[in-house]
């Protein structure tokens, strides 16, 4: 979603609350079930792609089964990708502030946020990991179809089907390394974030210490409303 559009619809509370609306409603069932269907395809790929991980299958009710529900799911995860893009994609925009955080990775990566420039509401790891997202799904969806339907691929031109198998693997490893590395910010890395996109919310101080910009544009836009209830 732009910032044009998450802006009036966030709400700054009063001190006595001290809570800051991170993410609606929608953005958390659309990251939720992204997620969940991607930790399938993760999963069942795994077993598809190795003998050894086929014991894998047993968890998804057997390997027809796996083979059944896989490219459907993968269907779901590329659609709830496409609508993560119409809805961040102004978001996910580099920025000159972005390219000034990532001087300080460092910083970041010591857990020295003090010595962080300012930054938006996402900061350019997790923009990166969108793109990675995004495009690698769209690299799934594109090969995973000629997976699909191979037997309509004919023999001769058996290098599209050496192609998309190639595409395939190359497309779920990236995204596997981004997914992992995801799941650790977000869980041990930042504190604060797995709540956050579970109930919506974060509190003030966590937002000006990680997106500080973010947070004072939430600001400049809470004191119109204020100023509207004042009067009243």
Not at 98 to 112: L, M, P
Not at 147 to 169: A, E, G
Not at 212 to 232: G, H, I, M
Request: hydrophobic residues 45%; positive net charge.
């Amino acid at each position: 979603m732009s910032t044009s559009t998450v802006l009036p619809r966030t709400r700054v509370h009063g001190d006595s609350e001290n809570r800051i609306l991170r993410y609606t409603f929608g953005e958390r069932i659309l990251h939720w079930v992204a997620g969940f269907s991607y930790v399938y395809l993760l999963l069942t790929g795994l077993a598809f792609w190795s003998p050894y991980l086929f014991w894998l299958t047993i968890l998804f009710g057997g390997g027809p089964t796996a083979r059944y529900w896989h490219p459907w799911m993968g269907l779901i995860f590329t659609a709830c990708v496409v609508r993560m893009y119409l809805m961040w994609r102004r978001d996910m925009q580099t920025t000159p502030e972005d390219r000034e955080w990532a001087k300080h990775v460092g910083d970041y990566i010591r857990n020295q946020d003090e010595n962080l420039p300012p930054i938006g509401r996402f900061n350019i790891g997790q923009k990166q990991f969108f793109w990675l997202m995004f495009f690698g799904g769209l690299a799934l969806l594109i090969s995973g179809l000629g997976l699909w339907f191979v037997n309509d691929i004919p023999w001769s031109w058996r290098w599209l089907r050496y192609t998309v198998v190639l595409v395939h693997v190359v497309a779920a490893l990236l995204t596997i390394g981004g997914f992992i590395i995801h799941v650790y910010m977000g869980t041990a890395m930042v504190r604060g974030s797995f709540t956050s996109i579970i109930h919506g919310e974060a509190s003030t101080t966590w937002a000006r210490m990680h997106h500080r910009l973010w947070y004072e544009q939430l600001k400049e836009q809470a004191r119109p409303n204020s100023a509207q209830s004042d009067r009243r």
